[in-house]
């Protein structure tokens, strides 16, 4: 790829790795800190065990992406993957707590998550031929797509009535400035700067917001210096009817991994990610969730703005997702230092992932790209983002239904699940079957390319 000044498997020396995996650590920050405080708030937590999800929250974040970025034998992609708790966990956890105790829901997510580690895979597996360009690619842009709302959320603050918000054109005003920080950044300079485009937009950003009184430090003051976080907080039961709950919308969840996955390996080597990625990504997800179980959190998915971030600095190593994982576990000790990084401003994030969103809708219309485009593949295509997308932004029209059912038809999993779906059932005619022969040729060469790679790695150690 033109963009990619490091790739997958190279290494940059520690003084330049720590700054741009700051830069994932920023973005992470917000969705991290916010998944956590939305869970332990909708189970009517009080404000020490609230803390105490928000600080395990990080550790399992850190976790995880360790996992995902450096690999443990056939478990984590060993891909730059930032991981973080899975926003369509919420509402069912938060459900289900309200009919059992807050110690059976995490059980029961323990064994939800055991399952994903060990069917996951195997879905992946058998399935993996009909993941074609259409499909994977569709589900990327589903991930750019479906976040953009989040993105102009976070410019207006999160307020609930930006009309009548007394500062929305200051928060406006410093969203687009980050904005345009981060392209002129991003278009106009050269070598580290613009790989550390973003870090840089967000820094000055969070000054500027300093500057204009729009910090405050107060919560900073008031966080310990030290705290370890503690696991099996709540207790631990099951129940049964959690368990199957749980393992239904964790169907989703694969879906969006091997969204966010394609992102990055497309993004990065332009191409599709073998079958062994994908596998290793799905059990790197599970592993990540069974530990979230045990440390009071949210099942794990792959960060989709981490892959924003990949895509526009060029910057692919998975040493500085993992440095990035690396700093994030230390930040989990020392709440004080995390609290300054959590205080940045919500306007400032938004600009910079109106960006990032962006980029992940772009990256996924090169990856539809690399299919031939066929009056079948545009069907499968045109359903799934009418079915998936459309249903994202109308799903108030869909409210009759359960919210398990709109959360597997919606969005990024809806997205997915319909173009996989048809690319099963939908006949294909003979110039189909000759260029799937071709691609299946293409990812057996490209599959065993990547293990030698890994064998490599292996030798060099």
């Not at 940059?12 to 720590?18: D, H």
Request: aromatic letters at 8%; glycine letters at 10%; proline letters at 4%.
């Amino acid at each position: 790829m033109e963009n990619i000044k490091y790739g997958i498997n190279d290494r940059p020396t520690l003084v330049k790795t720590i700054p741009l995996a700051f830069q994932h650590v920023l973005s992470a920050f917000a969705g991290t800190l916010s998944g956590g405080l939305m869970l332990a708030t909708g189970m009517g937590m009080n404000s020490q065990e609230t803390a105490l999800v928000v600080q395990c929250a990080m550790l399992i974040c850190a976790f995880a992406t360790i996992v995902q970025s450096l690999g443990i034998g056939p478990i984590g992609a060993r891909l730059p993957i930032v991981t973080g708790g899975s926003y369509t966990l919420i509402a069912p956890m938060v459900a289900l707590s309200k009919n059992m105790s807050i110690g059976e829901v995490f059980g029961s997510s323990f064994v939800a998550a055991i399952a994903l580690t060990l069917l996951g895979p195997l879905a992946v597996k058998y399935l993996h031929r009909f993941f074609s360009p259409v499909v994977t690619g569709g589900a990327v842009l589903a991930v750019g797509m479906c976040l953009m709302g989040s993105a102009f959320s976070y410019m207006v603050n999160l307020s609930a009535d930006p009309a009548n918000e007394p500062q929305i054109w200051l928060y406006v005003g410093i969203a687009l400035f980050t904005l345009m920080l981060t392209l002129i950044l991003d278009s106009f300079t050269k070598g580290f700067i613009q790989s550390c485009s973003i870090l840089i937009a967000i820094i000055v950003g969070y000054i500027l917001c300093v500057f204009l009184g729009l910090v405050d430090f107060t919560e900073v003051g008031t966080a310990s210096w030290l705290a370890l976080p503690r696991p099996v907080n709540f207790g631990f039961g099951f129940k049964f009817s959690a368990i199957i709950t749980l393992c239904v919308v964790h169907i989703a969840t694969v879906m969006e991994n091997i969204g966010d996955t394609t992102g990055v390996v497309s993004g990065v080597e332009d191409r599709l990610p073998t079958k062994q990625e994908l596998m290793r990504a799905v059990r790197g997800d599970g592993f990540g969730s069974i530990f979230a179980a045990l440390f009071n959190g949210l099942p794990v998915i792959s960060g989709s703005p981490n892959v924003g971030i990949i895509c526009m600095t060029g910057v692919g190593s998975r040493f500085v997702t993992l440095a990035g994982g690396i700093i994030i576990g230390i930040l989990a000790f020392f709440p004080k230092f995390a609290q300054i990084l959590a205080l940045t401003p919500y306007p400032v994030l938004g600009g910079v992932l109106f960006v990032s969103f962006g980029t992940i809708a772009a990256s996924g219309i090169r990856v539809i790209g690399m299919s031939r485009m066929s009056k079948r593949d545009i069907t499968v295509l045109a359903m799934a983002i009418v079915v998936g997308i459309g249903g994202n932004w109308a799903s108030g029209s869909l409210s009759f239904l359960p919210s398990n059912v709109i959360t597997l038809i919606t969005g990024i999993p809806g997205t997915a699940l319909t173009a996989l779906i048809l690319n099963m059932i939908l006949p294909r005619t003979q110039a189909d079957k000759e260029y799937e022969a071709k691609q299946a040729e293409e990812n057996a060469r490209l599959e065993a390319e990547a293990e030698a790679k890994v064998a490599a790695e292996k030798a060099k150690r």
